[in-house]
């Protein structure tokens, strides 16, 4: 996930601290709304209208993803990331991460994921 050359992450991923950046037009999440794959899937089908057939699988996911990234550039801007799929095993964000960086590099228009988590002085 990250650039083998400089430890850094891939450029449709950013993650961030501090000031919830302002990214017009971006669909914002919380993370503490989407602690669950479930919850995730649910999070994201209201924020983007996505269709009712969208299921619980990682692929039904990708495939209605996919399906908005043809109509156009997409931003997430997932505030309070970490709590992200928290009650879920490991595994579960690797692969959401995996799908989203599919779905970046195979996507007809932009995809881009912004990872905001609560400053060291917020807790």
Known sequence: MYDEDGDRPPDWLTVCRGAVPELP??????GGA????????????????????????WDALADVLRD???????????IDAGKL????????????????GDLATGAPHPFRVVLHGASSADR
């Open 25 to 30: 037009g971006a669909v914002v999440l919380s």
């Open 34 to 57: 989407a602690r669950t794959r479930s919850a995730l899937f649910a999070a994201l089908a209201g924020a983007l209208a996505l269709p009712a057939h969208l299921g619980s699988t």
């Open 68 to 78: 908005r990234l043809d109509a156009g550039p997409l931003t997430l801007l997932i």
């Open 85 to 100: 799929l928290v009650d879920e095993p490991a595994r579960q964000h690797a692969q959401l991460l995996a799908v989203f």
